[in-house]
């Protein structure tokens, strides 16, 4: 395993363990939100634009690296298991490509609009308090460009080995 495979590995583990707290901190807040209105008639104010802007974002792309680290993203390949194992590896290599550009272009453009979001204050206004929703535009760029370096190291590593693209290991 090379420096750059654990490095990624290690950044990748801790965006994960990111998106599990903001899961974990959404459950408790939820829950934190549901007992003060039920119990105190007095609902926490924002709940409900912090979960819908940081929670969610923060659950959904944050830790979406991690599927494609360990090769677990769905994935249909009836078609590709019928075809000879080197034009299976090119295909998943195309794959991988295609999904390079992809999330290129995503992680640049939703970057834009969070750099936009912050020049503004972007922010809510929930029960009277004012929530201030710029930097969880930014969660979703990061989890995009962790996305991509995972996708580039395999594809790196594709083309570095001369074809042998195994879709299934994990690094």
């Given at each position: 395993m090379t420096l750059l495979e654990k490095l990624l590995g290690k950044i990748i583990?801790?965006?994960?363990?990111?998106?599990?707290a903001?899961?974990?901190?959404?459950v408790m807040h939820v829950t934190?939100?549901?007992?003060?209105?039920?119990?105190f008639a007095s609902p926490l104010p924002g709940t409900v634009a912090i979960v819908a802007n940081y929670y969610m974002v923060a659950i959904v792309?944050?830790?979406?690296?991690f599927a494609e680290r360990r090769s677990e993203h769905i994935a249909v390949d009836l078609f590709a298991r019928l075809m000879p194992p080197r034009t299976g590896r090119v295909l998943a290599a195309f794959?991988?490509?295609?999904?390079?550009?992809?999330?290129?272009l995503l992680a640049w453009r939703a970057l834009h609009e969070a750099q936009v979001?912050?020049?503004?204050?972007?922010?809510?206004i929930e029960q009277g308090i004012r929530i201030d929703t710029w930097p969880a535009y930014y969660l979703m760029p990061l989890g995009c460009a962790?996305?991509?370096a995972a996708l580039a190291f395999k594809l790196a590593r594709y083309l570095r080995r001369g074809g042998d693209f195994d879709v299934d290991r994990k690094f």
């Amino acid at each position: 395993m090379t420096l750059l495979e654990k490095l990624l590995g290690k950044i990748i583990g801790a965006a994960t363990l990111l998106g599990g707290a903001a899961l974990i901190l959404m459950v408790m807040h939820v829950t934190a939100h549901v007992i003060a209105k039920s119990f105190f008639a007095s609902p926490l104010p924002g709940t409900v634009a912090i979960v819908a802007n940081y929670y969610m974002v923060a659950i959904v792309f944050v830790p979406l690296a991690f599927a494609e680290r360990r090769s677990e993203h769905i994935a249909v390949d009836l078609f590709a298991r019928l075809m000879p194992p080197r034009t299976g590896r090119v295909l998943a290599a195309f794959g991988a490509l295609f999904s390079v550009v992809v999330f290129s272009l995503l992680a640049w453009r939703a970057l834009h609009e969070a750099q936009v979001k912050q020049r503004v204050g972007t922010f809510i206004i929930e029960q009277g308090i004012r929530i201030d929703t710029w930097p969880a535009y930014y969660l979703m760029p990061l989890g995009c460009a962790l996305m991509l370096a995972a996708l580039a190291f395999k594809l790196a590593r594709y083309l570095r080995r001369g074809g042998d693209f195994d879709v299934d290991r994990k690094f």
